[in-house]
């Protein structure tokens, strides 16, 4: 498998990495196309076409604003969050974009940014068009793009081969299962993190992997922190509050009052979860974790390891992102992490499964604990289903993130209580999950058509 870890945990902005990052890397990848094939200054007019789930839930995901921060040649990685919207709000102004920051073009919205809601592509839910026409309106160049979850993005004649931007290289430790990790792991010796990290070597991604899982880790502390500090509303029409500050102050003061209280940090697990999720609603700079729905399980669990677990470490958070990575490539490969295609469980599901055997390995268990504690923590959310009101990354995904994280610190528990024995594995777990989000309607598939997205009446 040529996955790499930095391929599951990738830095952005919120608020949807498949809505949000996908069209935005996307948009550049079709500029990339026009330069390659020496049009982008032939170019007059770009159209884009949204798709199914993009088309659906869009607009309260940030899929227009993405899609022309992309065309303007921004990335999720660099762009400044607090510059996004003077940028977007000086092409509705001036109905002109700056195409790659090299020509402008006339752009207007209604015109050039169409929302096919009632049309799907057929190879995935999360589909868009990009044309580039000249001054004569004869068609430049076109490609057909999917989001295919946690960022990644796939052309046209890319839908037949596996979804990776990892480099094609030899691996020592190829694996495609569960299995093939537990097999490794007995053959060799090696951990699962240690699996994933042997690999990582040689996929070229970075020169100093240990360093580059510690800037992933202080990201994602960052978000924490930011998302505490911050009140007000959340933007996108619904009136809701952030909540992180308040419950900050009033668990601070209860530690400095030293109250006792046994599940106090379970409040502070919630937390975490809570800020990284407040500021992923906002656009704010969060890590696909292994999405932006789903972007504050990982690193709730991972604060909880850092800030409550007694002899925790810098290299216990290499191996707890390294694990976690792992867990998230079996899901990737076999199934899929993309709420439009499975549901919420292949978001909050997939991430509590990662954040479960990631926090078994550093509480100490082996290899084939580890397995099962990712096991136990997909098995419990089969079936989850992704139905945000009003098509906003709000409600009910927010708390979503808390009931994932607390609910992965109970699987890694459970799964140190015994011995790596149990009856279902992961391989079953993942193939089941699956099956489970292909039978799923789709108006429970991230389309705001179903659930919770229509029973609650907004006013």
């Not at 993130?401 to 777990?429: C, F, P, W, Y």
């Amino acid at each position: 498998m040529g996955l790499s870890i930095f391929d599951l945990f990738k830095i952005g902005i919120g608020p949807s990495s498949s809505h949000t990052v996908g069209p935005m890397v996307a948009a550049n990848r079709f500029l990339s196309e026009l330069k390659q094939h020496n049009i982008l200054t032939k170019t007059a007019h770009v159209t884009v076409h949204l798709f199914g789930s993009l088309a659906l839930t869009g607009t309260g995901h940030a899929t227009d604003t993405a899609t022309l921060l992309g065309l303007l040649g921004k990335t999720p990685e660099t762009i400044d969050p607090d510059q996004a919207s003077a940028l977007i709000e000086n092409i509705r102004k001036t109905k002109k974009l700056a195409l790659a920051e090299q020509i402008t073009i006339p752009f207007s919205e209604t015109r050039h940014l169409l929302f096919h809601c009632n049309k799907s592509l057929p190879k995935h839910p999360n589909a868009m068009t990009i044309e580039a026409m000249d001054s004569k309106g004869k068609k430049l160049h076109s490609n057909n793009y999917y989001s295919v979850g946690g960022g990644f993005v796939i052309s046209e004649d890319e839908t037949d081969q596996p979804a990776t931007t990892a480099i094609k290289k030899t691996i020592p430790y190829p694996f495609n299962t569960g299995q093939d990790l537990l097999d490794i792991g007995e053959q060799t010796g090696l951990s699962i993190a240690g699996i994933v990290l042997e690999n990582e070597k040689h996929l070229g991604r970075c020169h100093d992997i240990k360093s580059a899982l510690l800037s992933i880790w202080q990201t994602m502390d960052a978000c924490i922190r930011r998302g505490c500090r911050e009140k007000g509303l959340l933007p996108g029409g619904l009136g809701v509050s952030r909540r992180a500050f308040d419950i900050h102050q009033r668990l601070a003061n209860r530690q400095q009052q030293q109250t006792a209280d046994e599940l106090e940090v379970m409040d502070w697990v919630s937390l975490f979860a809570l800020a990284v999720n407040e500021e992923n609603a906002v656009g704010g700079r969060v890590v696909t974790a292994p999405t932006n729905g789903a972007a504050g399980v990982i690193p709730a669990v991972l604060a909880y390891y850092d800030r409550f677990v007694s002899g925790s470490n810098d290299e216990g958070i290499q191996t707890f992102l390294a694990t976690a990575a792992a867990i998230g490539m079996l899901y990737k490969k076999n199934a899929s992490i993309s709420a439009a295609e499975v549901g919420c469980q292949g978001e909050i599901g997939v991430a509590c499964s990662m954040a479960a055997g990631a926090l078994c390995a550093v509480l100490g268990g082996d290899n084939n604990q580890i397995e099962n504690a990712a096991e136990i923590g997909m098995e419990h959310n089969l079936g989850l289903t992704c139905d945000p009101i009003g098509g906003l990354v709000q409600v009910p995904c927010i708390e979503r993130n808390t009931m994932g994280a607390v609910k992965a610190i109970n699987a890694a528990r459970l799964a140190l209580q015994g011995d790596g024995n149990h009856r279902v594995s992961l391989d079953t777990v993942i193939a089941t999950m699956h099956q489970t989000g292909l039978d799923m309607q789709n108006k429970y598939k991230e389309t705001a058509q179903g659930g919770l997205a229509v029973n609650v009446v907004l006013c």
